[in-house]
């Protein structure tokens, strides 16, 4: 429903969960919307008609200066959990910095969601800098509408992420004593509702406490989730687990890294809970409850519909990023990635993996790329006999030999999800960079291991990766070279 009074809105952390989702409702509504990302090309994929886009980093004055000019409301929605333990300083910097630039850009509001906890007795430096932050966008007297929320349960979203793949590869697991704290988790539904209906009260001001209809421990929102996917589980809280050990465990088997997963774990020392319910007298969403959210969460999942995911944000390559081959397990998946500068535009790169596949097969180990079709089809799979419906071009949806194309961002990112037979999920995902005297290019093969299967598939089959993925980008390095 389009509004009667259109708003000229900015939106920084429109790469991020929240303001990726953000961005479409308010379009819907019919407001004018700029968004600022220091790499404008991450927002091109994205389907956001009339949307401008500015390039602009929020730590340099001039940029955030640049951002604001003409804005009437502006949404700040970014955070440096991931950049390292000296995360709060550098986000109160940029929040004051933001704040001192809306006041003399003449904007009317910010809309900031923060971290739910009690003012002063948070023990997490997590919630306790998000807090900060709304301080600081407050202190130049531009005023603010701060909602304030605890667990944020929706597909995609680092909290429902982690405790959905806790519960799905563990029978039992060992908590640390946070885990009984209590939290009040609302869906991301009624988090994007708060966030649009903002616009429709302009003299609100301060914070808003957010939540669901449930108070939980994080315990049992583990053992709910299990019970709503029909799984068996037990949680043993044992005194003896420490907080990093647990976040280090977090790390291994969830795609939560441990530099944001520790900051998380931290919160479980603090209850966090609604204890201010004002919100209620001035806004109108009916926030669901737990269950209910995560139901929701569940069939976006199943749908393979996820709007936004946690990591929308992050970026794995980097051009000054040295050539490397990398084996890990790191952020919940087992990985092979491998990096290489290549002398070729990065058009004429793209165009060369763009062309892998179908009937002239692959650059390396052809023969081994065949073997594991065929062993696909005699257990029922689709094996390599699709091939590909155009020799070099791809759109997202074609199939390609024993893969589908799912993401595809020219002349950035192929993304190819496997559809052969497995335990477990794979992936394998190519992503191009320009730089000085050519192009960078990242392959990384991906599988999400269904359990102890999965885990015994990896291993059995490591041998052979060690030979074909390495072979694969040192071939496309060569073909692209050549042409």
Same mark, same amino acid.
Request: glycine share 10%.
């Given at each position: ?68 000019? #003409? ?98 590869? %563990? ?6 004593? #946070? ?64 907080? $990093? ?25 603090? $209850? ?135 993401? %595809? ?44 299967? #999965? ?8 041998? %052979? ?19």
């Amino acid at each position: 429903m389009e509004s009667t009074n259109p708003v000229r809105i900015l939106v920084t952390g429109a790469t991020g969960y929240i303001g990726g989702r953000l961005v479409p409702r308010l379009l819907a509504n019919g407001h004018a919307v700029r968004c600022v990302a220091r790499n404008p090309s991450r927002l091109a994929g994205y389907s956001w008609p009339g949307v401008e886009i500015v390039a602009g980093d929020l730590e340099e004055a001039e940029s955030v200066s640049k951002a604001l000019h #003409g804005i009437e409301v502006a949404y700040y929605l970014v955070h440096s959990m991931a950049a390292g333990k000296a995360f709060h300083r550098r986000d109160r910097i940029m929040a004051l910095r933001f704040g001192r630039a809306a006041a003399k850009a003449g904007v009317r509001r910010i809309v900031y969601l923060g971290g739910l906890g009690e003012t002063g007795k948070a023990r997490s430096k997590h919630l306790g800098s998000r807090q900060e932050v709304g301080r600081c966008l407050a202190a130049a007297g531009v005023p603010v509408v701060e909602f304030r929320a605890a667990v944020i349960v929706g597909s995609g979203s680092a909290s429902f992420e982690m405790i959905r793949h806790l519960c799905e590869r %563990l029978p039992v697991m060992f908590a640390p004593l #946070g885990v009984n704290t209590r939290c009040q988790p609302i869906g991301i539904r009624s988090v994007m509702e708060y966030l649009v209906e903002a616009l429709d009260h302009p003299h609100a001001e301060g914070i808003f406490e957010i939540g669901g209809e449930d108070i939980l421990t994080y315990r049992e929102l583990m053992l709910h989730y299990a019970r709503i996917r029909g799984l068996r589980r037990y949680i043993v809280v044992t005194p003896i687990l420490k907080l $990093e050990l647990f976040s280090r465990w977090v790390d291994l088997l969830t795609p939560i890294p441990f530099n944001i997963a520790h900051p998380l774990m931290e919160s479980l020392q603090t $209850e966090v809970i609604v204890r201010d319910d004002r919100v209620r007298s001035v806004f109108n969403v009916q926030p669901t409850g737990y269950d209910e959210a995560v139901r929701l969460a569940l069939i976006r999942v199943d749908r393979d519909d996820v709007e936004t995911i946690w990591a929308s944000s992050l970026s794995s390559l980097t051009y000054d990023q040295t050539d490397a081959d990398l084996l890990d397990a790191h952020e919940g998946m087992f990985l092979d990635r491998r990096r290489r500068r290549v002398r070729a535009d990065p058009a004429k790169l793209f165009e060369t993996i763009c062309s892998l596949g179908g009937e002239e097969g692959w650059p390396a180990g052809n023969a081994l790329w065949q073997l594991r079709g065929f062993m696909d089809r005699m257990v029922g799979g689709v094996g390599m006999r699709r091939g590909r419906r155009h020799p070099r071009e791809l759109r997202v949806g074609d199939p390609l030999d024993f893969w589908r194309v799912e993401a %595809l961002e020219y002349p950035r990112l192929l993304r190819l999800r496997a559809e052969m037979k497995l335990p477990g999920h794979a992936w394998l995902q190519f992503e191009v960079l320009p730089g000085p005297g050519g192009s960078r290019v990242e392959q990384t093969a991906f599988f999400d291991p269904g359990g102890i299967f #999965g885990y015994l598939y990896w291993y059995a089959v490591l041998p %052979l990766h060690r030979f074909v993925f390495p072979g694969l980008i040192n071939a496309l390095k060569q073909r692209a070279e050549a042409t």
